[in-house]
T-cell receptor, first 114, second 112 residues
Framework: AQSVTQLDSHVSVSEGTPVLLRCNYS??????LFWYVQHPNKGLQLLLK??????LVKGINGFEAEFKKSETSFHLTKPSAHMSDAAEYFC????????????FGRGTSLIVHP | GAGVSQSPSNKVTEKGKDVELRCDPI?????LYWYRQRLGQGLEFLIY????????KSGLPSDRFSAERTGESVSTLTIQRTQQEDSAVYLC??????????FGPGTRLTVL
């Protein structure tokens, strides 16, 4: 069984300040983990993925995430927020093998103030 | 190559009518998924196809919902006797085996 919890439904930051979106997961196996972004009225776009290689994963648009097995966490960070980062962010966990269906978190809405 | 495409982009229908939503996955992707996203909500898994295996239909909310996929090609999600609560964006995604999913732009369904 697998599950994912996004700890904040909304995160509000000022432009130019750091971003932290929190995600905790539960999985019976070594999981693959993903972060997706969804801008208003758009489909989902992959930001980054962890698949048991380096624990610090760099993605697009300056985002990165660190896999911490001891804390079962995969938090998403960015040093400096841009207005264009305002969107919905989804953390996703998937077990090994092709037969596992990804489990999505409920999403975190990132609000960026000028 | 082209990404995942979905059609129509918008569909308005009357309560009780049937609708068909189409998804064209990325060529070569073995897996295809359908999700429903209600306004302001997260993604709700509906159905999963993987190669020639039997689909996982565990997320379909009622027997009014069905989906088909032709080989590793196009998929159609059908909703019969639509209800107002079916109003949502229906998202399709494809992947190669268990790799990352690529999403289409979605079909916005409005049931009047």
């Amino acid at each position: 069984a697998q599950s994912v919890t996004q700890l904040d439904s909304h995160v509000s930051v000022s432009e130019g300040t750091p971003v932290l979106l929190r995600c905790n997961y539960s999985s019976s196996y070594s999981p693959s983990l993903f972060w997706y972004v969804q801008h208003p009225n758009k489909g989902l776009q992959l930001l980054l993925k962890y698949t048991s290689a380096a624990t610090l994963v760099k993605g697009i648009n300056g985002f990165e995430a660190e896999f911490k097995k001891s804390e079962t966490s995969f938090h998403l960070t960015k040093p400096s927020a841009h207005m264009s980062d305002a969107a919905e962010y989804f953390c996703v966990v998937r077990g090994p093998g092709g037969s596992y269906i990804p489990t999505f978190g409920r999403g975190t809405s990132l609000i960026v103030h000028p | 190559g082209a990404g995942v495409s979905q059609s129509p982009s918008n569909k308005v229908t009357e309560k009780g009518k049937d609708v068909e939503l189409r998804c064209d996955p990325i060529s070569g992707h073995t897996a295809l998924y359908w999700y429903r996203q209600r306004l302001g909500q997260g993604l709700e898994f509906l159905i999963y196809f993987q190669g020639n295996s039997a689909p996982d239909k565990s997320g379909l909310p009622s027997d009014r919902f069905s989906a088909e996929r032709t080989g590793e090609s196009v998929s159609t999600l059908t909703i019969q006797r639509t209800q107002q609560e079916d109003s949502a964006v229906y998202l399709c995604a494809s992947s190669f085996l268990a790799h990352e999913q690529f999403f289409g732009p979605g079909t916005r369904l409005t049931v009047l």
